[in-house]
T-cell receptor, first 113, second 117 residues
Framework: EDQVTQSPEALRLQEGESSSLNCSYT??????LFWYRQDPGKGPEFLFT???AGEEKEKERLKATLTKKESFLHITAPKPEDSATYLC??????????????FGTGTQLKVEL | NAGVTQTPKFQVLKTGQSMTLQCAQD?????MSWYRQDPGMGLRLIHY???????DQGEVPNGYNVSRSTTEDFPLRLLSAAPSQTSVYFC????????????????FGPGTRLTVL
């Protein structure tokens, strides 16, 4: 069974204080690992897809990395508008469920002035 | 492009009532799916469809029905609502991609917040 564990559950940062969010996973062959951002009362918004160990992707203050067991979302010099819940999800290569995603429970990030 | 749209945004039902949650996408995506999101449990797959006329069960299908008569629409029906179905429901869509090939990002709708009394 595919599993995704995210840590920490919640994180409070000061503006400009860089940090990392962790996503540990077990999957029967990784087809893709996804990062989403979710604001309160809204649907998840796609950020990144990572396909293989060693891959990195960047978008503004966010950088996602991938190893064979985990992914990190690095946030450099965060701003209050980066406050959101960040979700990690995996898709197995040998899935009978179409494009089925298995999600973690998310990290709730709050960035304060 | 409107993307993925869902209606209604909020709904309150009494136990035993039935209703349909609507989902539509205008991106010509083959794959559509329904998730529910509950505190501390993450998003869980209810049903999915890989194209018009084809549907299948996800992780938590009991109490829900789906159909896919067109590429654009994928409604979710609650047959007899129960308090355990109180949740936020999200519809998502994506291109299928090639078998064994890289996966495609899924786009989510804004959600329907359902309360069953």
């Amino acid at each position: 069974e595919d599993q995704v564990t995210q840590s920490p559950e919640a994180l409070r940062l000061q503006e400009g204080e860089s940090s990392s969010l962790n996503c540990s996973y077990t999957v029967s062959g990784l087809r893709g690992l996804f990062w989403y951002r979710q604001d309160p009362g809204k649907g998840p918004e796609f950020l990144f897809t990572l396909y293989s160990a060693g891959e990195e992707k960047e978008k503004e203050r966010l950088k996602a990395t991938l190893t064979k067991k985990e992914s990190f979302l690095h946030i450099t010099a965060p701003k209050p508008e980066d406050s959101a819940t960040y979700l990690c999800a995996v898709q197995a290569a040998l899935t009978g469920g179409g494009n089925k995603l298995t999600f973690g429970t998310g990290t709730q990030l709050k960035v304060e002035l | 492009n409107a993307g993925v749209t869902q209606t209604p945004k909020f709904q309150v039902l009494k136990t035993g009532q039935s209703m349909t949650l609507q989902c539509a996408q205008d991106m010509n995506h083959e794959y559509m799916s329904w998730y529910r999101q509950d505190p501390g449990m993450g998003l869980r797959l209810i049903h999915y469809s890989v194209g018009a006329g084809i549907t299948d069960q996800g992780e938590v299908p009991n109490g829900y029905n789906v159909s896919r008569s067109t590429t654009e629409d994928f409604p979710l029906r609650l047959l007899s609502a129960a308090p355990s179905q109180t949740s936020v429901y999200f519809c998502a869509s994506s291109y299928m991609g090639l078998a064994g090939g890289p996966s495609n990002e899924q786009f989510f709708g804004p959600g329907t917040r359902l309360t069953v009394l």
